[in-house]
């Protein structure tokens, strides 16, 4: 469990838009050589983070060699901001993000108005149910009740009950690249079960593209022999973009665009740029009200991670749980560019992980599930929900 955060009287936050203006490219740490292709996927918590971190110490003029410099030789990346850029190195380095997550506009029919739809991974315990005289419907997983017996259930973990619907039907499960809107997330966190209309397909969202090149050698300027390789680079489809949230200082803050203020940053590999815009969002995008016609006794706290989190293991350390949905891990490496070498390879649980608190338990106010350092770069983030007994 993470820290509780410095007071936030003296913090302001900040909603930054993404767009791309081409393809884009995130990659892992793996060897990338002739005969491989690399594949791009959805950019991390880290890639955000690093992208703007290097965007405010350029405006503040710190110098990147020497804070460099110092990482290699042992400091953290706080200490060396600290070192070279005095007090605003350090409030940079103090700057806390969320994100990043997926938006999308579109106009309104017959308005100047737009409308702007966040989305999220699908809660694991979403499932859809087979009928064979009509399509498929939603339904959910909640921990089964104290009157509930399930021949050959062998929990995870000492206390854990299974998780269970009534419904007498076939389920699958959803596809692993569903997501959900905000408003569906919302529901589902007040206890309901969202629509399927809730429930988009990655590829209404994103796609991607193959792309072959070649290495040039420069004593000659012409092609390598042998050096032609491959990649497949992110292509989000019309009016989707990355959406962003900083909690910081408010001069650390100001070195990021403003509201309404458009900038060029680079973003992931090849020097692949977004326009970064600052806007404003108001609070939180994702609100739940408690389920109704539940009892205390029969209720309790769930919490659905939206992005990837790393424990020592798949349990968030600190918190009692009676049931958890968890899909699958992710491995997160990447190019370290102060060290010059590709980042340790770590394995974070899957965004859509479902964890279930006992009735009448709450996780208290804590930011982010994990380590304080992961989840000041906003991984671990998670939204609150009620759930009731199956």
């Not at 953290?76 to 901001?81: C, I, L, P, Y």
């Not at 092609?223 to 032609?228: C, D, L, S, T, V």
């Amino acid at each position: 469990m993470t820290e509780p955060r410095d007071s936030q009287a003296e913090h302001q936050r900040l909603w930054l838009r993404l767009e791309p203006v081409d393809t884009l490219f995130f990659r892992d740490g793996r060897p990338f050589d002739p005969a491989s292709r690399a594949t791009s996927g959805l950019p991390n918590p880290q890639t955000l983070a690093g992208a703007l971190r290097t965007e405010m110490l350029r405006r503040a003029d710190i110098d990147l060699a020497q804070m460099t410099d110092h990482i290699r030789n042992g400091d953290r990346f706080e200490t060396a901001a600290a070192r070279v850029g005095g007090s605003i190195g350090e409030q940079i380095a103090k700057v806390c993000f969320r994100g990043p997550h997926i938006g999308r506009t579109r106009e309104r029919a017959g308005a100047v108005s737009r409308q702007d739809t966040l989305f999220y991974p699908a809660p694991a315990t979403l499932r859809r149910l087979i009928k064979r005289e009509a399509g498929d419907d939603i339904v959910r997983l909640d921990p089964a009740g104290p009157d509930l017996s399930l021949p050959g259930w062998t929990p995870q973990a000492d206390g854990l009950v299974p998780l269970w619907t009534r419904s007498g039907h076939v389920l699958k499960p959803l596809d692993r690249k569903t997501w959900i809107t905000g408003e569906g997330l919302s529901t589902f966190l007040s206890g309901a079960i969202p629509s399927g209309s809730d429930l988009v397909s990655s590829d209404d969202l994103y796609g991607f593209e193959d792309r072959t090149g070649i290495a040039v050698a420069p004593e000659t300027g012409t092609a390598a022999e042998g050096m032609i390789y491959a990649t497949r680079r992110l292509v989000l489809r019309s009016g989707v973009y990355f959406r962003a949230r900083l909690e910081g200082s408010p001069e650390a803050l100001d070195l990021l665009p403003k509201q309404n203020e458009a900038r060029l940053l680079p973003f992931g590999g090849e020097g692949r740029q977004v326009v970064v815009t600052g806007f404003d969002a108001g609070d939180a995008p994702v609100r739940a009200e408690p389920a109704t016609g539940t009892s205390r006794e029969t209720r309790g706290k769930c919490l659905v991670l939206v992005t990837p989190a790393f424990f020592q293991g798949w349990h968030p350390p600190d918190i009692d749980l009676l049931a958890a949905a968890v899909p699958d891990h992710v491995p997160v490496s990447g190019w370290d560019l102060a060290r010059g070498g590709p980042k340790p390879t770590r394995f974070a649980i899957a965004a859509g992980s479902v964890y279930f608190l006992p009735p009448g338990v709450d996780a208290g106010p804590i930011s982010g599930l994990g380590d304080a350092r992961d989840t000041s770069l906003g991984w671990g983030e998670f939204h609150k929900g009620a759930w009731q007994h199956a």
